[in-house]
């Protein structure tokens, strides 16, 4: 069964303060790894879409990296309106199967 | 930007009532899903639609749950005879399987009383 685990449930940090956001997972062939943002009461943004390993993306002060068993995202000097609930998704090879598998996020709140 | 529109964004029903979840995917998308997510827990896949039918379900879409393209915009979600454990944000969401990912909407809450 696919699986994604992401670490740490919560994450506090000064303002300026950089850090990294992990995502575990087990799937049978990755077809994407997706990083989302979500707000309070909002749906899931779209941030990157990875696809093999060693592959890095970037976006502003974010940073998506992925290897074989985990992605990392990457926060570079954040601030507070970075602040959000991140979740990553795979999308298994096998099958043409279309579905995410969310992890159950990283809550983030950046302090000023 | 191109959007998911969703409506409504709230709505409360009675145990044992039908209720209808509305979307109006990107215009020039063709893979359509239903998500959702019990308050506090992992968003969850419940199914993908294209070309006017079904291409994968989850194990929670059972019979209580269909589908629709009624039209060439709206997709809606309907759930029949609700119960309380049907409480959840719904998210609908497309594609284009490009490199765009997929795009949500912002939800509609559904509470079941």
């Known amino acids: 069964e696919d699986q994604v685990t992401q670490s740490p449930e919560a994450l506090r940090l000064q303002e300026g303060e950089s850090s990294s956001l992990n995502c575990s997972y087990t799937?049978?062939?990755?077809?994407?790894l997706f990083w989302y943002r979500q707000d309070p009461g909002k749906g899931p943004e779209f941030l990157f879409t990875l696809y093999s390993a060693g592959e890095e993306k970037e976006k502003e002060r974010l940073k998506a990296t992925l290897t074989k068993k985990e992605s990392f995202l990457h926060i570079t000097a954040p601030k507070p309106e970075d602040s959000a609930t991140y979740l990553c998704?795979?999308?298994?090879?096998?099958?043409?199967?279309?579905?995410?598998?969310f992890g159950k996020g990283t809550k983030l709140t950046v302090n000023p | 930007e191109p959007e998911v529109t969703q409506t409504p964004s709230h709505q409360v029903t009675q145990m044992g009532q039908e209720v209808i979840l509305r979307c109006v995917p990107i215009s020039n998308h063709l893979y359509f899903y239903w998500y959702r997510q019990i308050l506090g827990q992992k968003v969850e896949f419940l199914v993908s639609f294209y070309n006017n039918e079904i291409s994968e379900k989850s194990e929670i879409f059972d019979d209580q749950f269909s589908v629709e393209r009624p039209d060439g915009s709206n997709f809606t979600l309907k759930i029949r005879s609700t119960k309380l454990e049907d409480s959840a944000m719904y998210f609908c969401?497309?594609?284009?399987?490009?490199?765009?990912?997929?795009?949500f909407g912002s939800g509609t809450r559904l509470t079941v009383v």
């Open positions: 998704a795979v999308q298994a090879l096998q099958g043409g199967s279309e579905k995410l598998v």
């Open positions: 969401a497309s594609s284009d399987l490009g490199e765009g990912g997929y795009t």
């Open positions: 799937v049978s062939g990755l077809r994407g």
